[in-house]
């Protein structure tokens, strides 16, 4: 089975005050979906998507369900206009979720409802200030677990993000990941600079976030998949909506092997990775893990005109 064309979603991090607007108030089915994410989450998450303010968007459990809505309403505008021809799904960390509201896993509303708990769970895990992330270019995966083991000095250290080739993000205690700066520097790491994340992701300091996001995601109403998802923790596809809630559990502290995910794909035959949501981050990525592939950004009204327009002759 030649798996030619994969949708992917962005994560944390893509999000600008202003994203998904032009489409809710061109398309109805997009504004459907930012008006029942509204509703669930009992807060105006539209507005901040449209009108900002950064330091409020910044914010970890109002950045997952505005990302996750946007992408949501820019699908459902594909789908309405039968431009979701594909053969695969993956979504980068919090992506993750739109990608399986894409294939039928949740409701818009009902990820929403999840990501923004686990937003909240997330930064509850971790005092504000205590923990934190960098980035590493240059290393390889070894090289910068090597880095972590040295500058751990027995506190929570380790490889949280493999995003690209040579482009790494590390994890863990604050003092921790200075040290880490350090140590990157000496060992002729070409740049290592801090993240401006209100938290540190996806090592073993989020452990109380996945232990409380558990009973959230089992009683979820998951279904199963109707096309396949390549997970970020095991970078291998999967349908069934057990396996769809073990990913989204475990993923909270494991790292996001997105640079496996995507040569996974490629290996299963994709030769098209669509964007769906705001920003342009995973095409910049993927375009460095395979520059022969073609990647799409479908992020706003001109951009999901030309799609479907394409789609169409295609």
Known sequence: MEHNTAFVFPGQGSQYAGMGRDVAEKYTAAKKVFDDIDAVLGYSISKLCFEGPDEQLK???????????????????????????????AGH????YSAIVSVGGLT???AAHIVH???????????????????????SV???RAICEEAAQGE??????????GQIVIAGTKAAVDRAITV????GVRRALPLPVSAPFHCALMKPAEERLRPVLESAHVKDLWLSLVSNVDASPIGTATAVRNALLRQV?????????????????VRRFVEVGPGSVLAGLIKRIDPSVETINVSDVPSIEAFVEKSRQA
């Open 108 to 110: 818009p509303a009902e």
């Open 142 to 144: 070894d090289d910068a």
């Open 253 to 269: 502290a494991s790292p996001v092997r997105w640079v496996e995910s995507i040569e996974k794909m490629i290996a299963m035959g």
């Open 117 to 139: 708990l686990r937003g909240k769970f997330m930064q509850d895990a971790v005092p504000v200030g205590t923990g934190g992330m960098a980035a590493l270019i240059g290393p």
């Open 93 to 96: 960390s919090l992506g993750e």
């Open 156 to 165: 929570v250290l380790s490889v949280a993000n493999i995003n690209a080739p």
């Open 59 to 89: 914010l970890t459990e109002n950045t997952q369900p505005a990302i996750l809505a946007v992408s949501s309403a820019i699908h459902a505008v594909l789908e309405e206009l039968g431009a979701t021809r594909r053969d695969l799904v």
């Open 184 to 187: 990157a520097k000496q060992r």
